[in-house]
């Protein structure tokens, strides 16, 4: 079923309630890839009810071109969610999501203002409230995330945590193309040329989390980084960071403490964002 107002998404998930059933929700911005359906496979076996939300944040994003552009195809996603067995699909409009007078925004501190957020800047402080928005009117017992917005998954942790959320924050592995691009509705502005190209990211992210491992240098596997993906064309590089998995300070060294590779470059007009386990 699809629906589009608030008071219908609360009122079918209080029937789903009231019969006991548990409720899984998968956020998404639309233009699904498989990415996003093994989001919908994980909470369908996990979850009674699944609700898949499609919608644009605009607040979440601080180029209006990138907002212009972003990759759109609501026909589509329907018909991927309808064969992937979704029980609704919650489709609002931006006056439902932030009717006039709207005045109020989620803040996550530091975590939200280093990588990503020192580059866009607003835009955590737009997903953070726009997800809380969606666990609220949802009843959701668990929210599934891709691994692939490795910061963006920590910061719902934390603030989910901080505000005492009633809600399981459930993160899922990152599905790659067949040569190793990690899927990403950004992928399909990429031209022929530049999709081969692209794979220069999980390529190089490989290669760095292999000379860590080996002994290297941090600071020398990510310089190395940095110029292999120049070489493959990327500019601006945003950053190519080395961090504790969970804060995401920067470390010097492996140590006792989960860490992460990060990288965000353009190839092509097109900014791209990867990571991976060290």
Not at 205 to 210: H, K
Not at 223 to 245: E, M, N, T, W
């Amino acid at each position: 079923m699809i629906l589009k107002t608030v008071e219908a998404l609360r009122s079918q998930a209080a029937v789903w309630r009231a019969a006991g059933e548990t409720i899984g929700l998968v956020p998404t911005m639309g233009a699904l890839h498989d990415g996003h359906l093994s989001l919908v496979r994980t909470a369908r076996a996990e979850c009674d009810r699944v609700i898949v939300t499609i919608f644009v944040n605009p607040t979440q994003f601080n180029n209006p071109e990138d907002l212009k552009t972003y990759p759109r195809d609501e026909a589509r996603d329907i018909e991927l969610l309808s064969e992937a067995g979704v029980d609704a699909i919650f489709l609002p409009s931006v006056e439902q999501m932030y009717p006039q007078g709207f005045a109020t925004s989620l803040k996550v501190g530091a975590l939200a203002e280093r990588l990503e957020g020192a580059h866009r800047p607003g835009h955590f402080d737009g997903m953070a409230t726009v997800v809380t928005k969606l666990f609220s009117m949802s009843g959701a017992d668990t929210a599934f995330f891709g691994e692939k917005d490795w910061q963006q998954l920590q910061i719902i942790r934390r603030f989910t945590a901080d505000l005492n959320l009633p809600i399981r924050i459930v993160g899922c592995a990152t599905l790659r193309e067949e040569e190793g691009l990690a899927m990403s509705s950004r992928n399909r502005r990429l031209g022929a040329a530049a999709r081969a190209r692209a794979v220069a990211i999980p390529q190089t992210l490989a290669r760095a989390a292999r000379t860590i491992r080996q002994g290297a240098e941090v600071a020398d596997a990510l310089a190395q980084a940095r110029d292999d993906l120049h070489k493959a064309g990327f500019s601006p590089i945003d950053y190519v960071a080395f961090c504790d998995a969970e804060t995401l300070e920067p470390v010097s060294a492996l140590n006792d403490r989960p860490a992460r590779l990060l990288v965000a470059a353009t190839l092509d007009g097109v900014r791209l964002i990867d990571n991976l386990a060290v």
